[in-house]
């Protein structure tokens, strides 16, 4: 029997499969196959941190395969991926296939590979190792961590703030970064101050210019002009002198490259230079990483994504070093090798940095074969690689000091050329590489101290202290990165739930605050605020690492955590909603209630005399309302959720998502008589005046109304969604939402998708393998002798033939793939019933006339379910007479099929 070879995913399975041949058999766990259950009890402190674990269906499934595949076998090999997540796959993997009895005389061992091509993974097989102990239990502790943090702080939120959605803990302190930023832009006072430049020019007249940077014998500091009369007096001071160069300084200076890629600074370079989210990045590079078909091959083309290290392989240096002398020459190659040094303080989990596998594969030479993202991302990942190997880059840097004659005023001239590109000749770090290009180019002409030098127009201008940023994704990430808090793996995943939970919203590629999130941190921050601290954070981090590293032990990092956390949350157990309401208001004052551009009371109610503004509390969240309550019924709500309307609500049971920008029309969410769906535009008629109904689509189960953003609702109403092409038959996969829920068809397979599974997201890897499972919806069997295709079709209550207008159902028991034409064409015959005319059915009813009904089967009796007795016969007849009980309608006991129908 062949070795079992477990990894992640289907993709890498098919991929992993062809380089080690017939004596490996290769599954995919798809990515965890258990977990903590989401409801409270799953994690013990009083007995010592004992974890419940739960898999789903899938992940059953999945092992159910592995331990098929292990009957025989020799070697179990678990290859998931290099990282505390891939440890802890492996060791469920293992834990659950050893409750099984699966593993007797099975060799486990563990394997990893920073690349998926086949010389590593033969090198992995060649030196196995145990199961990481300590990595474990740092998932262990992390995990029993974000699970006890969010099922006892998330039910405090929901009690003492209604409306609130979740607490985390890593997310809970970048909403508190991002909210602590906006309150800083909110309280932000412009300040104004001038600069004085002046055009000179050499004897020869050739231009350059320069800035005044002393007056009166002093150095000039920001705010040292204030206002246009100051400037206008230091413009008239540069005008009425006579300068000359006072001193020539020049400089030759280097800059070093980059070192390669980890997975923070991909984030926040693929989000600076290509505009594509953190989420985004890190699925683009999964697929890098995976395997790409080029040339009927499929190769992994980068290194593992999620890596907190810098270092590279010295054979895979080596390549780069002779990439950069045959593509640049001797004069772009450094004399010895560069060598980057990771400042992740967990050594087991600082693995290689991100990097071609094989720098001869250019970004030129694959591009036919990606798609524009995974282009993208290809090419900034080679080209940083490359550049990190590369010479440095030497700038020659003047500086002038231009001189009046008194010496109390002086101007500077600065310039600087590049003198060798290096580096630069291939990659550029900087944001702004147009602005980096003249900076580094900008040339002043020759001087010589003591030339005189000519003035030409000298302009004052007017500036104003702009406030701090907005945090983009890659800002909030490196900020994430240098206060030590969180991993880089996930820093995506956390970003993606303020973002679903309402926190906070994107716009321009900036991280906004709503007033929901600002309600969250404002109440953590007053009463849990040593949870939501960096420095806390941080150092909690540092106690994961050295539980991973063999330095400490997790359940006594956990005992002391909880005993703090504990007594926190108790102590919250008396704390009253208003007293919560009054702390809330005091901290947000200023931002639900500005000042007012005419001085007036901005908490002044505007419907009765006397009233004041404050934040109350409702079931469903919190609102702004009057002190003269109930008198007085004022209210509004919080600040709008998003521009021109998005977000509001304009009726009970309608909320405004936004404008679809391809028709123009409203997309709302309604709710109907079967729960909650999108909409497109209104009810209107056609060019003849008939009536027209406007495209709708329910929303599916795990979708939540409250976090259904536009984006979303238009994917949803343009359902059915292409998939994309099987691998091995090229046909098209779609997913679509049906009258049973969602699910997948490829020609004529259909798969309902499993509870977990997401339409508007489902993957592709993940599409193939439940449609390996799929049965087809119908069988063409041939011609019928007297003309026309005979189908054996897949039907709600059994399968049955079709041929034309005639069905028949299959005897009981009969698979699909056992009949044969000349059994159909017999059946046909001799049990086949014409199906009535369109529209002669009515309704529903006549659209399912197309598939024959079968006769319940009478139910047996059981314990459990006792069997009714049947009505006496002779009692009704006795009350009617037969005529009239023959001509009587029957009751409609049952219409559920037909109501199922109408939703």
């Given at each position: 029997?062949?070795?079992?070879?477990?990894?992640?995913?289907?993709?890498?399975?098919?991929?992993?499969?062809?380089?080690?041949?017939?004596?490996?058999?290769?599954?995919?766990?798809?990515?965890?196959?258990?977990?903590?259950?989401?409801?409270?009890?799953?994690?013990?402190?009083?007995?010592?941190?004992?974890?419940?674990?739960?898999?789903?269906?899938?992940g059953?499934?999945?092992?159910?395969?592995?331990?098929?595949?292990?009957?025989?076998?020799?070697?179990?090999?678990?290859?998931?991926?290099?990282?505390?997540?891939?440890?802890?796959?492996?060791?469920?993997?293992?834990?659950?296939?050893?409750?099984?009895?699966?593993?007797?005389?099975?060799?486990?061992?563990?394997?990893t590979?920073?690349?998926?091509?086949?010389?590593?993974?033969?090198?992995?097989l060649?030196?196995?190792?145990d199961?990481?102990?300590?990595?474990?239990?740092?998932?262990?502790?992390?995990?029993?961590?974000?699970?006890?943090?969010?099922?006892?702080?998330?039910?405090?939120?929901?009690?003492?703030?209604?409306?609130?959605?979740?607490?985390?803990?890593?997310?809970s302190?970048?909403?508190?970064l991002?909210?602590?930023?906006?309150?800083?832009?909110?309280?932000?006072?412009?300040?104004?101050?001038?600069?004085?430049?002046?055009?000179?020019?050499?004897?020869?007249?050739?231009?350059?210019?320069?800035?005044?940077?002393h007056?009166?014998?002093?150095?000039?500091?920001?705010?040292?002009?204030?206002?246009?009369?100051?400037?206008?007096?230091?413009?008239?001071?540069?005008?009425?002198?006579?300068?000359?160069?006072?001193?020539?300084?020049?400089?030759?200076?280097?800059?070093?490259p980059?070192?390669?890629?980890?997975?923070?600074?991909?984030?926040q370079?693929?989000?600076?230079?290509?505009?594509?989210?953190?989420?985004?990045?890190?699925?683009?590079?999964?697929?890098?990483?995976?395997?790409?078909?080029?040339?009927?091959?499929?190769?992994?083309?980068?290194?593992?994504?999620?890596?907190?290290?810098?270092?590279?392989?010295r054979?895979?240096?080596?390549?780069?070093?002779?990439?950069?002398?045959?593509?640049?020459?001797?004069?772009?190659?450094?004399?010895?090798?560069?060598?980057?040094?990771?400042?992740?303080?967990?050594?087991?989990?600082?693995?290689?940095?991100?990097?071609?596998?094989?720098?001869?594969?250019?970004?030129?030479?694959?591009?036919?074969?990606?798609?524009?993202?995974?282009?993208?991302?290809?090419?900034?990942?080679?080209?940083?690689?490359?550049?990190?190997?590369?010479?440095?880059?030497?700038?020659?840097?003047?500086?002038?000091?231009?001189?009046e004659?008194?010496?109390?005023?002086?101007?500077?001239?600065?310039?600087?050329?590049?003198?060798?590109?290096?580096f630069?000749?291939?990659?550029?770090?900087?944001?702004?590489?147009?602005?980096?290009?003249?900076?580094?180019?900008?040339?002043?002409?020759?001087?010589?101290?003591?030339?005189?030098?000519?003035?030409?127009e000298?302009?004052?201008?007017?500036h104003?202290?702009?406030?701090?940023?907005?945090?983009?994704e890659?800002?909030?990430?490196?900020?994430?990165?240098?206060?030590?808090?969180?991993?880089?793996?996930?820093?995506?995943?956390?970003?993606?739930?303020?973002?679903?939970?309402?926190?906070?919203?994107?716009?321009?590629?900036?991280?906004?605050?709503?007033?929901?999130?600002?309600?969250?941190?404002?109440?953590?921050?007053?009463?849990?605020?040593?949870?939501v601290?960096?420095?806390?954070?941080?150092?909690?981090e540092?106690?994961?690492?050295?539980?991973?590293?063999?330095?400490?032990?997790?359940?006594?990092?956990?005992?002391?955590?909880?005993?703090d956390?504990?007594?926190?949350?108790?102590?919250t157990?008396d704390?009253?909603?208003?007293?919560?309401?009054?702390?809330?208001?005091?901290?947000?004052?200023?931002?639900?209630?500005?000042?007012?551009?005419?001085?007036?009371?901005?908490?002044?109610?505007?419907?009765?005399?006397?009233?004041?503004?404050?934040?109350?509390?409702?079931?469903?969240?919190?609102?702004?309302?009057?002190?003269?309550?109930?008198?007085c019924?004022y209210?509004?709500?919080?600040a709008?959720?998003?521009?021109?309307?998005?977000?509001t609500?304009?009726?009970?049971?309608?909320?405004?998502?936004?404008?679809?920008?391809?028709?123009?029309?409203?997309?709302?969410?309604?709710?109907?008589?079967?729960?909650?769906?999108?909409?497109?535009g209104?009810?209107?008629?056609?060019?003849?005046?008939?009536?027209?109904?406007?495209?709708?689509?329910?929303?599916?189960?795990?979708?939540?109304?409250?976090?259904?953003?536009?984006?979303?609702?238009?994917?949803?109403?343009?359902m059915?969604?292409?998939?994309?092409?099987?691998?091995?038959?090229?046909?098209?996969?779609?997913s679509?939402?049906?009258?049973?829920?969602?699910?997948?068809?490829?020609?004529?397979?259909?798969?309902?998708?499993?509870?977990?599974?997401?339409?508007?997201?489902?993957?592709?890897?993940?599409?193939?393998?439940?449609?390996?499972?799929?049965?087809?919806?119908?069988?063409?069997?041939?011609?019928?002798?007297?003309?026309?295709?005979?189908?054996?079709r897949?039907?709600?209550?059994?399968?049955?033939?079709?041929?034309?207008?005639?069905?028949?159902?299959?005897?009981?028991?009969?698979?699909?793939?056992?009949?044969?034409?000349?059994?159909?064409?017999?059946l046909l015959?001799?049990?086949?019933?014409?199906?009535?005319?369109?529209?002669?059915?009515?309704?529903?009813?006549?659209?399912?006339?197309?598939?024959?009904?079968?006769?319940?089967?009478?139910?047996?009796?059981?314990?459990?379910?006792p069997?009714?007795?049947?009505?006496?016969?002779?009692?009704?007849?006795?009350?009617?007479?037969?005529?009239?009980?023959?001509?009587?309608?029957?009751?409609?006991?049952?219409?559920?099929?037909?109501?199922?129908?109408?939703?």
């Amino acid at each position: 029997m062949p070795d079992v070879v477990v990894v992640e995913s289907p993709a890498k399975a098919r991929t992993i499969e062809k380089y080690l041949g017939s004596g490996f058999k290769v599954l995919a766990s798809l990515g965890h196959v258990r977990d903590l259950p989401a409801k409270d009890g799953s994690v013990r402190p009083e007995e010592d941190f004992a974890m419940d674990w739960e898999a789903d269906e899938r992940g059953q499934k999945q092992v159910k395969a592995i331990a098929a595949a292990l009957r025989g076998a020799n070697r179990l090999f678990l290859a998931t991926d290099p990282d505390r997540e891939g440890e802890a796959i492996s060791w469920h993997v293992k834990d659950m296939l050893a409750s099984q009895g699966a593993l007797r005389g099975v060799d486990v061992r563990r394997i990893t590979f920073n690349e998926i091509t086949k010389r590593a993974v033969q090198n992995a097989l060649a030196h196995p190792r145990d199961l990481d102990t300590p990595l474990i239990e740092a998932y262990l502790a992390r995990r029993a961590l974000d699970y006890l943090v969010g099922f006892t702080l998330s039910p405090v939120l929901w009690r003492k703030l209604p409306g609130s959605k979740s607490a985390g803990r890593v997310q809970s302190v970048a909403l508190r970064l991002i909210c602590e930023r906006e309150a800083e832009i909110e309280a932000f006072q412009a300040r104004e101050y001038w600069t004085i430049e002046a055009r000179m020019a050499n004897l020869a007249g050739a231009p350059f210019t320069a800035r005044l940077t002393h007056l009166d014998g002093r150095k000039l500091e920001q705010f040292d002009l204030p206002d246009e009369p100051a400037a206008l007096r230091a413009k008239a001071a540069v005008e009425a002198a006579e300068w000359s160069v006072g001193s020539v300084e020049r400089k030759r200076v280097k800059r070093h490259p980059p070192p390669p890629f980890q997975t923070s600074t991909l984030q926040q370079e693929a989000s600076r230079k290509l505009g594509m989210g953190a989420q985004m990045t890190m699925r683009t590079a999964q697929q890098l990483y995976e395997g790409v078909d080029i040339g009927g091959e499929t190769v992994g083309l980068i290194t593992y994504m999620r890596t907190d290290g810098v270092q590279m392989a010295r054979e895979a240096i080596q390549a780069l070093r002779a990439h950069i002398r045959h593509a640049f020459g001797e004069d772009y190659l450094p004399a010895a090798p560069r060598e980057y040094s990771s400042r992740a303080k967990n050594a087991q989990e600082a693995h290689e940095a991100i990097r071609p596998t094989d720098v001869s594969r250019t970004p030129e030479q694959v591009a036919p074969f990606l798609s524009e993202p995974q282009r993208k991302l290809y090419e900034l990942i080679w080209k940083r690689a490359v550049a990190s190997q590369m010479q440095s880059a030497e700038l020659d840097q003047t500086t002038v000091e231009l001189v009046e004659k008194t010496g109390k005023a002086r101007l500077r001239a600065t310039g600087s050329v590049i003198a060798f590109d290096g580096f630069l000749r291939l990659y550029r770090e900087d944001v702004d590489d147009a602005a980096q290009d003249e900076d580094e180019t900008r040339i002043l002409p020759p001087l010589r101290e003591g030339e005189p030098v000519k003035r030409g127009e000298v302009t004052a201008s007017q500036h104003f202290t702009q406030p701090p940023p907005r945090y983009s994704e890659a800002s909030l990430v490196k900020k994430l990165e240098e206060l030590g808090i969180g991993r880089p793996s996930t820093y995506a995943s956390i970003l993606q739930v303020l973002q679903d939970r309402q926190y906070v919203r994107l716009e321009k590629r900036r991280f906004i605050p709503e007033d929901r999130g600002r309600l969250v941190t404002a109440f953590l921050v007053a009463f849990f605020e040593r949870y939501v601290d960096t420095g806390f954070t941080a150092a909690l981090e540092e106690q994961l690492d050295d539980i991973s590293g063999g330095r400490a032990d997790w359940r006594a990092v956990m005992r002391a955590f909880w005993r703090d956390f504990r007594a926190a949350v108790d102590a919250t157990a008396d704390l009253k909603i208003s007293d919560v309401i009054d702390r809330l208001d005091a901290e947000l004052g200023p931002h639900f209630f500005p000042r007012r551009a005419d001085g007036g009371d901005p908490r002044a109610c505007p419907s009765c005399a006397g009233g004041r503004l404050g934040l109350r509390l409702g079931r469903t969240g919190a609102f702004i309302g009057c002190s003269n309550y109930p008198e007085c019924r004022y209210t509004r709500p919080l600040a709008v959720a998003g521009a021109e309307g998005e977000g509001t609500t304009l009726a009970e049971g309608i909320r405004v998502l936004g404008t679809d920008p391809a028709t123009g029309q409203q997309v709302t969410l309604r709710r109907g008589p079967y729960g909650i769906y999108a909409q497109l535009g209104e009810p209107g008629t056609d060019e003849k005046g008939k009536p027209t109904k406007p495209r709708r689509a329910s929303l599916t189960r795990g979708m939540d109304p409250e976090t259904m953003t536009l984006e979303q609702a238009l994917a949803l109403l343009s359902m059915p969604r292409v998939v994309g092409r099987h691998p091995e038959t090229g046909e098209e996969i779609t997913s679509n939402l049906g009258r049973f829920g969602p699910y997948l068809k490829m020609g004529a397979l259909s798969k309902s998708l499993d509870r977990d599974d997401d339409p508007l997201t489902i993957g592709l890897n993940r599409a193939v393998a439940l449609l390996a499972d799929a049965k087809p919806r119908g069988i063409t069997l041939g011609e019928h002798p007297a003309g026309g295709t005979v189908e054996v079709r897949r039907g709600r209550f059994g399968p049955f033939l079709l041929h034309g207008s005639r069905v028949a159902n299959l005897p009981r028991g009969t698979e699909m793939e056992a009949v044969t034409l000349k059994e159909a064409v017999r059946l046909l015959a001799e049990k086949g019933k014409e199906l009535p005319p369109k529209g002669k059915a009515g309704g529903k009813a006549g659209a399912r006339a197309r598939q024959p009904a079968r006769a319940a089967p009478a139910r047996k009796a059981t314990a459990k379910t006792p069997v009714a007795k049947k009505p006496a016969a002779k009692k009704s007849a006795a009350k009617k007479p037969a005529a009239a009980k023959a001509g009587a309608k029957k009751p409609a006991a049952r219409k559920p099929a037909a109501g199922k129908g109408a939703r």
